[in-house]
Antibody, heavy 120, light 108 residues
Framework: EVQLVQSGAEVKKPGESLKISCKVS????????LGWVRQMPGKGLEWMGI????????RYSPSFQGQVTISADKSISTAYLQWSSLKASDTALYYC?????????????WGQGTMVTVSS | SYELTQPPSVSVSPGQTARITCSGD??????VYWYQQRPGQAPVQVIY???ERPSGIPERFSGSSSGTTVTLTISGVQAEDEADYYC???????????FGGGTKLTVL
C-alpha cells in the first residue's frame, strides 16, 4: 500500500530541539518530491518546504527558510523536519505530503499528521 | 512573499452550485491545485493542474481559470461537501509553493 506514516505527537519546551519523521512505503522514495505543510490550531495550510530525496535538492518557503531543516535518509525511505530551538508559535499539526509523479507541486498523498505542542 | 487570496466563506443550499475563487499574480504561469479538508482529517486533492480531477473525485468538482483568478466549482452541492477548501500553487519561478488562506464552504 502506498502511504506516508508520520511519527507520533510530541510535547516539548521552548528552546528544545525536535526532529519528526515521515516514512514512505509502497513506492520508490527517491522518485518523488516530498513536502511538509504546517497547520496551526484553527488555521489554514502553510507550505513549508520540499525535498527531492534522490539528490537532497531542498526548497523552502521564504516564511520558513532558516526556521526549520528538511532532510531525507534514502536508506530507510524517511524524510525529516527538524527544529534546533522550538518556540511556542511552532505549536501546530505538521503534515508530510507527496506531489504527483513528475511534479514538484500539488500533493496527491498525505501523511496522517504529527501534532507538535510547545509549552513551558 | 507570494500570496494567494480566497474568500473566507461561501454558503450554498443543497443542489446549488458553489464557486470558490483563488487569485494570485503568478496563476497564469503556474498550475493550481485544490484540496478539501474536513474537520479532523488530512486534506484531499480534488483538482490538479488547474482542471484535472483525480481518480475517485466526483464529477461535480471542476476547475477553471481566467487570468490571475482560478475557480473551483462544485455543481449540485451535497451536504458531504461542507468542508474547508484550499487552493495551492507556486511562485512565478516555481521554486516554492503557497496555499491560499482557505474557504469554508457551508451547505445551508
Amino acid at each position: 500500500e502506498v502511504q506516508l506514516v508520520q511519527s507520533g505527537a510530541e510535547v516539548k519546551k521552548p528552546g528544545e530541539s525536535l526532529k519528526i519523521s515521515c516514512k514512505v512505503s509502497g513506492y520508490s522514495f527517491i522518485s518523488y518530491w516530498l513536502g511538509w505543510v504546517r497547520q496551526m490550531p484553527g488555521k489554514g495550510l502553510e507550505w513549508m518546504g520540499i525535498i527531492y530525496p534522490a539528490d537532497s535538492d531542498t526548497r523552502y518557503s521564504p516564511s520558513f527558510q532558516g526556521q526549520v531543516t528538511i532532510s531525507a535518509d534514502k536508506s530507510i525511505s524517511t524524510a525529516y523536519l527538524q527544529w534546533s530551538s522550538l518556540k511556542a508559535s511552532d505549536t501546530a499539526l505538521y503534515y508530510c505530503a507527496r506531489p504527483g509523479v513528475g511534479a514538484v507541486h500539488g500533493f496527491d498523498l498525505w501523511g496522517q499528521g504529527t501534532m507538535v505542542t510547545v509549552s513551558s | 512573499s507570494y500570496e494567494l487570496t480566497q474568500p473566507p466563506s461561501v454558503s450554498v443550499s443543497p443542489g446549488q452550485t458553489a464557486r470558490i475563487t483563488c487569485s494570485g499574480d503568478a496563476l497564469p504561469k503556474q498550475y493550481v491545485y485544490w484540496y478539501q479538508q474536513r474537520p479532523g482529517q488530512a486534506p484531499v486533492q480534488v483538482i490538479y493542474k488547474d482542471n484535472e480531477r483525480p481518480s475517485g473525485i466526483p464529477e461535480r468538482f471542476s476547475g477553471s481559470s481566467s487570468g490571475t483568478t482560478v475557480t473551483l466549482t462544485i455543481s449540485g452541492v451535497q451536504a458531504e461537501d461542507e468542508a474547508d477548501y484550499y487552493c495551492q500553487s507556486a511562485d512565478s519561478s516555481g521554486t516554492y509553493g503557497v496555499f491560499g488562506g482557505g474557504t469554508k464552504l457551508t451547505v445551508l
